[in-house]
């Protein structure tokens, strides 16, 4: 074994788990290090405590004499808890979260050492963040973006540091990061979904989209994963022979959890507490050493925020025990990758799950009238749900039989499609008392029981309906909750606004009845968006036939997903409902496309090296084994030494093809990199990148695993599949 992975496995046996103690009751700590309605109360003025409330609630403005009290209340809260510093925290559109720590320690005119942090520090900063991905809207003579205070998203302490989460937008005020266009879109959905929600119950006067994630995870020995620069450098192994034993018995799902791994947990579930993330579910899933964790479900703003801060914290705690964790979306072929699966619904302020059943027929409709609206808007803008998941480390699960297909289709469950299909039936105009009462006995009245059996889950679809919410399982586990979250509050948010302008014109125009008018819209509903409803296996080859029949898209690549952001019909979205400005989106996209084609082209770089410094030159001292064994076996037998020799020489010619094959396609690589680096325009760029260059790393790949069987075990310099996947 070559030095570097003989020490890495050593040092992974010799692990022992790190000890995880847990004084105290959960409940006890959950929020301790988060600035809640607690602290407030405690720290801050009644006038300023109903001040901040009334941003939370109704996005009121805090005045700048408020936000003083509020910042000297945080600071002498966040100072108890041992915080030495602050920080403006936002999520930019590189996908990790950002931070730059200033400490509350100054000194004052005469030289005196104080602790402060006024209302300007809390509300407004001015992070030099001339480096953030920005898609062209800053020129770098006007470099200023601003950071400013996020009321919804209560501020935290996470180790010594104050972090107040914020958006970040241009100086010109364009969003420059996921938050921005997050928030307005939960208003639109309020505004839209409360209009609506007032049919069924006069008191409800806000709506709030709910959002609960499950995050799936792989967790690797740090040694190991520090031997393979292909982990280190692009978060997944990108050659690498299959190990005997995958994932093929089912032996890890819901299997019992190893207790190094057991242990990082609980430390991890800790510190969250303490952030007041309120994780709740943990458990192995289907491939070795991969894991998945999810939380109770909160307001989508304050979900986003946690899952973020989340896999900064796992990541941080993994070190302390000795893992790395992966959230790349396919870190090892053959086996299972990792998603993240958004569950999302919407909830009124007087209690009310929209898309739960209730126990009236009138309840029942308010449901219909949700989750029928929600079925019609993803048959809309199934494209553009599409491109809100769409990124390169992605592509290697959407239609790749194992996580949902690159086509967004919705799983409602044989139960609920029979209530359609009745509902469907409805006559056209006003219902005859007959109808309506066999409407509200037989079809509506029925919904509750019915789903309370309707456990028939289709594990292939990208969107499914799971009893009181919605899922969409087709986000990448490395990806920001946020874009796949906007799109879906914007679409429905649309969708609501043109049901509630059909429904008020059959009331005024027809005179028809208000639930005659919900029947009648919904009925021509759920007719036009039956395209969008599939019940059958998404891995399918027969469903990607059927679906180009009935028109939806099936973009499998990024470059041809993203295409979507920047429709015409998307920008029209977009700019009617106040979420994003032309502008706005085609910076993002320049983005988008940009950040794809550089993570290819990494991946090529990171391939090409391994396989020229560490698979060839280890394949040649294997081959000069064996050419010395040949001669010697010549020295000894003369002219009858081939009957000794054939595997030996055949190994030789294998080794040398591989070796050539390798070779060549490095070099054509780089040669299609060097064209694509030529081009202008970021998305032919990108486009160039996915189709000239991508290709090359399956060619080249094959040839390297197909040298890993070879070569002499002894030899082999990168850390195996089986030692990554195995060890714990
Ligand atoms: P499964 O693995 O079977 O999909 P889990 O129980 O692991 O289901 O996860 C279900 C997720 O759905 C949890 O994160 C939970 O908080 C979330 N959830 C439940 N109800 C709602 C809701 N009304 N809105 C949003 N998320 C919800
Ligand atoms: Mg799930």
Redesign the pocket.
Known sequence: MSTLRFRAVEDSFNRKPIEVHEPERRSAIFGKNVFNEAAMRQYLTKDSYKSVKDAIENGSKIERHVADHVSTGMKEWAITKGATHYTHWFQPLTGATAEKHDAFFETTSDGMPIEKFGGGQLVQQEPDASSFPNGGIRNTFEARGYTAWDPTSPAFIYGTTLCIPTVFVAYTGEALDYKTPLLRSLQTIDNAATAVAKYFDKGVSKVYA?????QEYFLIDKALAASRPDILLSGRTLLGHASAKGQQLDDHYFGSIPSRVLNYMRDLETECMYLGVPV??RHNEVAPNQF?L????EEANLAVDHNSLLMDVMDKIADRHNFKVLFHEKPFAGINGSGK?N???L?TNTGT?L??PGSTPMKNLQFLTFFINTIKAVHEYEELIRAAIASASNDHRLGANEAPPAIISVFIGSQLTEVLDELEKVTNGKLSPQEKTELKLNVVGKIPEILLDNTD?NRTSPFAF?G??F?LRAVGSLSNCAMPMTVLNAIVAKQLILFKESVDKLIKEKKMKKDDAIFNVLREYIKTSKDIRFEGDGYGEAWEKEAKKRGLSNNKTTPEALKANVSKKTIQLYEDLGIMTKVEIEARHEIQVEEYAMHIQIEGRVLGDIARNHVIPTAIRYQNILIENVQGLKNIYGNSFKKFAGEQMQLIESISEHIAKINKGITDMIEERKKANKIEDAEKRAFAYCDKVKPYFNEIRYHCDKLELLVDDELWPLTKYRELLFTR
């Open positions: 709910t959002l609960g994630w499950e709740k579910t998945e999810a939380p109770i479900f699966h569950n999302w619904s909830a799950n898309l739960s889950r799971t009181n919410k899922e």
